[in-house]
């Protein structure tokens, strides 16, 4: 079948929450004293948005086809991401048939990569990857989890992301996975009120409810170490993110020095089959959690999951949404997902990307049938009442 080819790719910026989750307003639970590796330095210890976590904004990817059909994705990268689009990725596109995703991929991959690699240049890339698989599901009519070889069971069960894992176990989810909010610079004191919050918890959740810290990079070996083995007692299920995401060895170490039973995991902030294999075969973690719009999309994810499936590891994407969701529901090395709570307490189930998607599925009691998924493409609208911007044209 001969699909429609693209015409046109157009890259837009918004601000405020959606794919940019941390850019929240003031008294979310996610900008409240969150351990990072910005609070050595006082002055941005208590906000994340005080030193620019939030300085990049959505990035939305629209490709055209000839008969008019849109892809969209959305991810961050705002207005860098954009050039990157349409001065550099767009010409990939252009022309070809939406089939072609692997050569665009690789195009698109070895093309920047005297700069690129990681980070903002593969958000970019992973963006077009999303809008790419977005307009063939809706050219061809089908779910994208359907062309990733349909459904291996019949719904998806998540944890929750956010400061009440509490709340997050009576609305339904299998474990709740807290930030962690007091660093090494904060010495023996914090350590300490990190454990209370956990015992807290503990004691709130009862003692089958899965409980997680997110560490969001912010420590080093020892005190990650330290931390483990205190939170031990209160039957931490995994540390995650403990460390620099480019310290492969300092994750080999601590994977090797957490009690038995707890389990490490990172890469959300890791890319690319290559960045993966590094996790992988130096034995870094238990669990690997690419960001699908971050770690190069959906046709990247495939690969870095095969290659975990090879090494025995689960994959449990970092939050994205339909992003990821079409991804876990195909593969058994993904036996649940991650939901973040972006509701400001965080004490009701609101739509994670909001307000930039309409139609985007969320759990209830922490699950979500397969069939919620049934609609072309990612399943989902872009709102077009939000402010959007497009800075850059070719
Ligand atoms: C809660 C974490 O600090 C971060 O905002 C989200 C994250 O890393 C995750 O969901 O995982
Ligand atoms: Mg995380």
Redesign the pocket.
């Known amino acids: 079948m001969n699909l429609p080819k693209i015409k046109h790719v157009r890259a837009f910026t918004v601000r405020g929450g959606g794919a940019d ?2 850019d929240q307003g003031e008294g979310h639970w ?1 900008d409240d004293h ?1 351990a ?1 590796p910005m609070s050595r330095y006082p002055e941005y210890r208590q906000s ?1 948005q005080s030193f620019g976590i939030n300085v990049l904004g959505t990035l939305v990817v629209e490709i055209e086809a000839e008969d008019g059909t849109i892809g969209f994705a959305v991810t961050t990268g705002g207005e860098p991401a954009a050039f990157i689009v349409e001065k550099h990725l767009a010409r990939f596109l252009e022309g070809r048939s939406p089939t072609d995703y692997e050569k665009i991929w690789d195009q698109m991959y070895f093309s920047t990569q005297y700069y690129g690699r990681k980070g903002l240049v593969v958000n970019a890339i992973s963006g077009v990857d999303l809008a790419l698989w977005d307009l063939l599901g809706k050219l061809r009519q089908e779910p994208v989890y359907h062309m990733l070889g349909g459904a291996v069971r019949d719904e998806l069960q998540f944890y929750a ?2 400061a009440r894992p509490d709340v997050a176990r009576e609305l339904g989810f299998i474990g709740g ?4 909010h007091h660093g090494p610079a904060e010495g023996v004191e914090g350590l300490k009120k990190n454990i209370a919050e956990l015992a807290d918890m503990r004691a709130k959740c009862g003692p089958d409810f899965w409980l997680m810290w ?3 990079m912010a420590l080093d070996v020892d005190y990650a170490t330290r931390l483990a083995i205190a939170a031990h007692e209160y039957g931490l299920k995994w540390i ?2 403990a460390i620099s995401p480019d310290d492969y060895w300092g994750y080999q170490q601590l994977k090797r020095n957490v009690p038995k039973g707890m389990l490490v995991t990172t890469g ?1 902030h890791e890319a690319t089959r290559w960045g993966f294999r590094m996790l992988l075969e130096m034995d870094c973690c238990d669990i690997i ?1 690419p960001d699908v719009g971050w770690c190069g999309g959906v046709t990247e994810l495939l690969k870095i999951s095969a290659l975990a499936d090879a090494h025995g590891k689960m994959v449990v994407p ?2 994205s949404s339909v992003y990821s969701y079409h991804f876990v529901i195909t593969r058994h090395n993904s036996p649940f997902a ?1 939901f ?1 709570m972006m509701h400001p307490g965080p004490t009701e189930v609101v739509p994670m990307f909001h307000p930039q998607l309409i139609g985007e599925p969320v759990p209830e009691n922490g699950r979500l049938k397969a069939s919620a998924l049934d609609a072309p493409g990612f399943g989902v609208e872009l709102n077009r009442e939000i402010a959007m911007h497009r800075p850059y044209s070719h």
Not at 177 to 180: E, N, R, W
């Open positions: 989750y941390h996610i969150i990072t994340r992301t956010g996975k807290m930030p962690l997110d560490c969001w995650e993110e959300e959690q970092h939050g991650e973040l």
